[in-house]
């Protein structure tokens, strides 16, 4: 996540994200885009599922490209029993920028989403494991895996109107850059069925700040802020997703370096997806 999990490459991601659907596994992948996740089954202890596959124009976490602008395909697998969840979900990669053969990534994640009246809490861990990755350089020996802890807050106002906030930890961050703090709030709005269609309105605001000037990948600067709008039209099990995305992370003014190769410029994204059952 940050500028981070960084960039991707279309091949890698295919069989990747078909391996994902078979059954083995964010989101940025599993939150779509800022939408605060459902509630946990109502019916008590209760054993969920669903897989998912998605082409995409460019894979941007918070913000920024991770496949240096060109599209992927990504792929996952949600588990559920009662309160707690479990999954994984991967993309393809392009890191070339970055002087890393990193093609693919995949998260684990799992936690557990207590509801109170109307309100939904989220607990969980996310590990973000880019397979078969060079360490980048320099330093050598640095290593992309890392850690995120997570808690979460959601719920629904005034009946298709839902609001959330997450707030994400890394003691050690992508390319062993030190702590980093993501703040998130969200919200979506779904209209009434037109036809066949469910049409949706997600956005999401975030601010990011770490330890390390670095710890955007030779960016040289520590905080940034990002954002997403988009529509979404649902149609049975397949979305259309017409998002922009924007950060602060390409102003030279305010920042004092633009983002590399233009990986945090404002952005038009479409994504399709088919999620299961």
């Known amino acids: 996540m940050t500028d981070s999990r960084k960039l991707a490459a279309v091949c890698g991601a295919a069989s990747l994200a078909l391996i994902a659907i078979s059954g083995a596994a964010v989101a940025d992948g599993y939150e779509e885009y800022g939408a605060p996740p459902p509630p946990p089954a109502a019916e008590g202890r209760k054993f969920t599922y669903s897989f998912n596959i998605a082409g995409t124009s460019d894979y941007v ?161 520590s905080n940034y802020w990002y954002w997403n709008a988009g529509l979404a039209v649902a149609v049975e099990a397949l979305t259309f997703d017409f998002r922009y995305w924007g950060s602060n992370a390409d102003n030279a003014t305010s920042i004092g370096l633009t983002c590399i190769n233009h990986l945090c410029d404002d952005r038009f994204v479409f994504t399709a997806k088919v999620a299961l059952p």
Not at 84 to 91: D, Q, R
């Open 61 to 221: 976490f918070r913000g920024i490209s991770q496949t240096d602008n060109d599209p992927t395909v990504q792929g996952g697998i949600d588990l559920g029993y009662g309160i707690f969840y479990a999954g994984g979900w991967a993309s393809g990669l392009d890191f070339d920028i970055y002087g890393n053969d990193a093609e693919v990534e995949i998260d684990w994640y799992g936690g557990v989403r207590p509801t109170w009246g109307p309100v939904t809490f989220d607990f969980g861990a996310i590990y973000y494991s880019y397979p078969g990755a060079s360490q980048l350089a320099p330093p050598s020996g640095t290593q992309l895996n890392y850690w995120e802890i997570k808690g979460g807050v959601s719920g629904t106002i005034h009946n298709d109107l839902a609001l959330g906030l997450n707030i994400y930890y890394s003691p050690d961050y992508f390319g062993e850059t030190g702590t980093a703090w993501t703040f998130e709030g969200n919200g979506g709005y779904t209209f009434h069925k037109v036809g066949f269609f469910v049409p949706s309105i997600t956005g999401a605001v975030g601010y990011q700040d770490g330890n390390s000037g670095a710890y955007l990948v030779t960016n040289g600067y």
